[in-house]
């Protein structure tokens, strides 16, 4: 238990390198591909032919699609032709190698049509600009929605002070807390923060540690007594003697388990991927079919070489280069309007699975501020005439804790009568003159100090965890104040929706049991975990994974950062701090925590629509690839390759409009319980 300012007694007031070049890069080779394609397409013959056109009898014209679907295979189809070279060299084919065997067969095929070395009418012009286009477009989609806003590091970095004061002597120094050394001793001024980690070796002060323990009250710290960097001095300056400086700061151990738990978080394949994978060995393996067949079997060579390339060619995956990607987009979009930012699509994706969630306490379940629970009067006298004592006495003070009862006052509307001759004690309490008499506030300390006993309903109070304030007129106890950190109303909320889906509900947090049991039971939350340290909090996590859960863990300060990133998805509350957010996959704009629901929703609804895009797209190729390879030849029928176009189009198509209807998913919180 801790104090603060004016109460005294332990009861008392107490650089990540992100997406953005490669999504830059992907936006403007889209564009300048999108107008060479224009040329490239309207003078193709084959294009002309299938739409029914006559190009321009001029030479010069029939080398417009050449030169330019040249310039494009090379300069646009560079993404993926090393990609590709990637996947062979890993020995993992996928959409990159799909893709390259694609334009490369119909830059092949082209040329030589365009040379009158193979027939006329392989000429795949208008096909390969159509495919690089329509994959610029679809990796420009994805990169952007992979883009990251913030860095994790760089904001844990931003807790610690431009400059420390350091005694030479009697004389202080300001130099850059990387210039500090073990055995040091600096000066942390009132409101200053602690540079490095240390010990208290002179002066007394409340210390807001909520940064890195996320405990929502500050916390009574004297000499002999560690401090933390980053850590805050909220009334008193301090002197401490540096014990740990670097990379051996119990904040730097927290960024080092963040970057770690980045590192080693697993990344489910993407589903676009897989297929792309079969689809490869689909393809080669129908286009092998196609030669032993067509060519050996049947010895139709001019036959085998067309129906092969045609295969090869009507393979491309349009759809399935936009299947994943636009859901993502649109998702992302929608998210963003219903007030959930998704940064990393395959959190999104894993929510899903989630089975268990970890929430934070301080300003997740709870508001992380102090209110009034409930008011005690001594014999005789009421609550409102102890509730406006104790407001007079506090109105002068800062104090979150005065402020809770300053404001408690005046929600019930008391009149709040005028204070004199204010005083603070860090150890005792504050002090006021109020309509001629002397009014106390304060804790244990305080008691002592008056000699007075305090009330009964005190033991009860404490088994909650509750903050415990008594109020004294002319030395007398005329009452005490039970204070808390105030639970959000829509907590219950969240819980219970979350059990009806089948999911355990499980609470974190830096506080003492007490306090934590008492939140957890008014919730019905169905595990607790209580004073865990930053450290502890992955591990924590971990523990959870281990057995065998999927989790996603909620919160919003520094100690919440590691276990952010080592959770399956890691959601952050936006009004929490940069690094928690920078941790996370999935942040709420807002603070209601049955958001944490509408991200569910909408993870199943996006699977939903990426396994559907999955399967169209797909199916196209499943079905257009062996009616190319004339299976179907000896019925009379082989796939022309004008249909095999207008059946990739409409397989595009289908996949644009089917991700739409994401756009109707219902997000709001309150509609989600």
Not at 222 to 239: C, H, I, N, Q
Not at 487 to 500: D, K, N
Not at 666 to 673: G, I, K, S
Request: aromatic share 6%; net charge negative; proline share 4%.
């Amino acid at each position: 238990m801790t104090e603060h300012q004016g109460h005294g007694g332990h009861q008392g007031h107490g650089g990540h390198e992100g997406h953005g070049d490669h999504v830059g890069e992907f936006r403007r080779l889209f564009w300048v591909m999108l107008v060479l394609a224009v040329p490239v397409v309207g003078f193709s013959g084959a294009f002309a032919s299938i739409v029914g056109y006559e190009l321009p009898d001029a030479g010069w014209v029939t080398w417009i699609s050449p030169v330019l679907g040249t310039v494009m295979y090379v300069w646009g189809g560079r993404p993926f032709l090393t990609g590709a070279v990637d996947e062979v060299r890993s020995r993992a084919p996928g959409m990159m190698l799909l893709i390259s065997l694609a334009i490369t067969v119909a830059f092949v095929a082209s040329w030589g049509a365009a040379l009158g070395v193979v027939a006329e009418h392989l000429d795949f012009w208008w096909e390969l600009a159509l495919l690089i286009v329509i994959m610029l477009l679809g990796h420009w989609i994805e990169m952007r929605s992979l883009a990251r806003t913030s860095s994790a590091l760089d904001s844990l970095a931003a807790l610690l002070p431009d400059e420390a004061e350091r005694y030479e002597g009697e004389q202080l120094v300001t130099v850059h807390p990387d210039d500090l050394r073990v055995g040091d001793v600096v000066l942390v001024r009132p409101g200053g923060s602690v540079p490095a980690d240390g010990r208290i070796v002179g002066g007394e002060a409340g210390m807001d540690e909520s940064m890195v323990t996320g405990e929502s009250r500050t916390v009574r710290r004297g000499p002999g007594e560690d401090v933390v960097a980053g850590t805050v001095a909220t009334d008193s300056g301090l002197r401490v003697e540096i014990t740990a400086t670097g990379e051996d700061t119990a904040l730097a151990g927290i960024r080092r388990l963040v970057a770690e738990a980045q590192g080693s978080s697993s990344r489910a394949q993407r589903l676009a991927d897989t297929a792309a994978g079969w689809l490869f060995w689909f393809a080669l393996g129908a286009a092998v079919i196609t030669v032993l067949v067509w060519g050996l079997l049947l010895g139709y060579a001019d036959d085998a070489v067309t129906r092969t390339i045609t295969v090869l060619v009507i393979a491309c995956p349009h759809a399935l280069g936009l299947a994943i990607p636009l859901v993502v987009s649109i998702a992302t979009e929608r998210a963003a309007r219903g007030g959930v930012l998704v940064k990393d699509r395959l959190a999104l994706e894993s929510m899903r699975t989630v089975d268990a969630v970890l929430f934070d306490k301080t300003g997740t379940l709870t508001r992380g501020e102090p209110v009034v629970i409930a008011v005690e009067p001594a014999e005789g006298l009421t609550e409102a005439e102890v509730l406006a004592a104790a407001a007079a006495a506090e109105t002068a003070s800062e104090h979150p804790l005065a402020k809770a009862i300053v404001r408690a006052a005046a929600e019930r509307g008391l009149d709040v009568p005028p204070a004199g001759d204010f005083s603070s004690s860090p150890a005792l309490g504050v002090t006021a003159t109020v309509a001629g008499r002397r009014i106390r506030v304060g804790g244990p300390h305080l008691l002592a100090e008056e000699g007075r006993e305090e009330l009964p309903v005190a033991e009860r109070w404490r088994a909650d965890g509750a903050i415990i304030l008594h109020v004294l007129r002319d030395g007398r106890v005329i009452g005490a104040l039970k204070l808390a950190d105030e639970i959000r109303p829509e907590s219950r909320e969240a819980v219970t929706a979350l059990h009806r889906r089948g999911i355990e509900v499980v609470m974190i947090t830096g506080d003492a049991r007490a306090v934590a049991e008492s939140v957890g039971a008014e919730l019905g939350i169905d595990r607790v975990f209580a004073g865990v340290r930053p450290e502890d909090k992955a591990a924590t996590v971990r523990a959870l994974q281990d057995e065998g859960r999927r989790v996603a863990m909620v919160g919003d300060g520094v100690n919440d950062a590691p276990a952010l990133a080592q959770a399956d998805v890691g959601i952050a509350i936006g009004a929490g701090t940069d690094v928690a957010i920078a941790s996370a996959g999935v942040i709420l704009a807002g603070d209601d925590p049955r958001s944490v629901l509408s991200v569910i929703d909408l993870s199943k609804a996006g699977y939903r629509k990426m396994k559907q895009n999955l399967w169209w797209a797909a199916g196209y190729n499943l079905i257009s690839v062996p009616l190319a390879a004339g299976v179907l030849a000896f019925a009379g029928f082989v796939l022309p390759m004008s249909v095999g176009a207008l059946l990739m189009s409409l397989s595009t198509i289908v996949v644009a409009l089917n991700a739409q209807l994401l756009r109707k998913l219902d997000l709001n919180p309150q509609n989600a319980v």
